[in-house]
Each structure stands twice: as C-alpha cells, then as structure tokens.
C-alpha cells in the first residue's frame, strides 16, 4: 500500500466493501443450507454463486462511489473533516438498516414462497392493519426486530473498527497518486455497477434477467439477492394488457379459445365459452361435485379442455 501510495480513503472504501460482499455471500450461502431440498441438491451453483457475486457487487458499489464522491469535496472528507465522516458514517448506516431489513423480508418470503423478495410484497401496504396482523401472527417479530437491532449495531461497529484501524495508519498518498487512484477507483466502481463490458451489437448491462439463463428456477433465486430480485420487479408490479393489441387479435384468440361466432363481440372483449363433458364418457357421469379450480399457472393448452389430442385431462 505505501508504495503504491493508495488514498486512506480508497483503502477504507475498498476493505469496507470487500466485508460486505463476504456477509452477502454467506447470507446466499445461508438460504442454500436452509432451504435447499433433495431433488435441488444434483444442481450446481457454480455459475449462481457467481452471478451472485456480481449481483452483490453492484450494489455495494453504489453504495461506495456515492460515499466516495461526496468524499472528494475537500470539507466533506471523511478521513480529514468531522463533518465528512459523519456523513460517511450516516450513508453506510443507511445501507446497512437496508440490507438487514430487505435480507430479513427475503428470508421469510423466500421461506413461504421460495421466491427471492419481489416488489409484489407492496401490495400488502394496501392493508396494511390486516398484513401486519398476519405477520405478528406468523412470526416472531419482537426476537426479529431485537435481532435486526443486534445486526445494525454489530455492522456499524464493524464499519468504524475499520474505519480507525486505516485512520492509524500513515497517509503515504501524494495529490498526483490521490487523483489517479481516484479516478481509477471510479472507472473501477462503475464497471462494477454495470456489471459488464458494454458495447453495440454486444454485450449489456447486467440484469435480472440475467439469473433466469441459468436453465432453473432454483439456480436464479440462489444467484438474485433481494435488492436486484426487489427493484427489477418494480416495473413489472402495475402490470396490465395492452388494450390495442388485444383489439387488433380478437378475432384470432376468440376463435382459439372456442368463443362461438355469434358471441364474438370486439367491443366488449367478449371470451365467454361454455365446454360441454363428453357425453359418451361413462366414468364422467358417474362423477359428482368435483370442483375444477384453475389458477393463472395454468397450462390450459395443455389440456383435453383445449383440444389436446393426447387427451391428457379427459374428466
């Protein structure tokens, strides 16, 4: 370090986020120890854990170009000035009381639903005197805020340890060596962000969607962490049908769905259709009350319902 002649403040930045990205490592490899089952044990993680890495490093980045930045106005340096520090030190905590609560939400989601956390856990804000109810009766929110607290304090605690250990240390930087490191940091931290080498015809940013190339499910949810599963999923929460589209094929999805001729009607977007049982299906007729719920998962062409010639739900 001294004879690279490294910032101090680079270097607390940089041995910061490294800790970081070791606790969000462990915490991926937490969620594969507690809920890996038998039939995804025969599936490598090899390329999730690295997604994952990458993944996790983004916002870690953020979170230190930001920090870095404001630190390079003169009065708001965190190694020289009182104020910078402290402002250093409020931005860190910021992140640190995110990354506890959205780790803490994920694991619960991931444990009901196992599926990473999703901007879909908004809409129980829209009750939120019934979804609290919910969750006061389901888990143990009092050990988990207690715990939550616990976590913050030690994190923080961790992040000033690190802070005075480079503090002690001499500065050995120069103004020459402060601006090129800087401006090397930089072009580092936001190749970081990106996530990859960006070019036309080429390769992209990357993203979430990045984790479901993995070829299953399971592989993608070990590669996300909540805060890319959490804000990819924003865009997609209002999600709706495009109204001209449907106008411009009705024609053609009313005749596959079996609407009859003369109930088709463009105006009112009408796809109500009546499938009659087989009538010379005896099993069927001696079967009474059966309730056939169709959820949105569904895979309706899939059945006998649809004209699948395999018959594969004949009752």
Known sequence: MKKLKIPRYIVWLFLTGIIFLLIMG?????????FRTPTEKTISLVEAYWLGFRYDLRFVAITVLLIYLIG???????????WGSRISFFIWALFVIFLTIFYIADFAHYGYLRQRLNANVLTFLNDAKI???MMWQSYHLGWILAGALIAISLLMTIVKLN???ILSRPNVSTKKSSKVWGVIFVLFLAFCIVGNI?????QYPLRWSNAYNLGNDYAANIALNPFQSFFST??????TFDKAKLDEHYAWMS????VPENERDSSTLNF???VQSDSNNVTAKQIHNVVLVICESFSAYKSSMFGNPLNTTPF
């Open 26 to 34: 462990l915490l991926r490899w937490t969620v594969v120890l507690k």
């Open 72 to 82: 390079s106005i003169p009065f708001l340096h965190p190694i020289n000035k009182k």
């Open 131 to 133: 979804s609290f109810g």
């Open 163 to 165: 802070y005075n250990f």
């Open 198 to 202: 960006v070019y036309k015809g080429g």
């Open 234 to 239: 924003m865009e997609f929460r209002e999600a």
């Open 255 to 258: 005749a596959y769905l079996g």
């Open 272 to 274: 109500k259709r009546m």
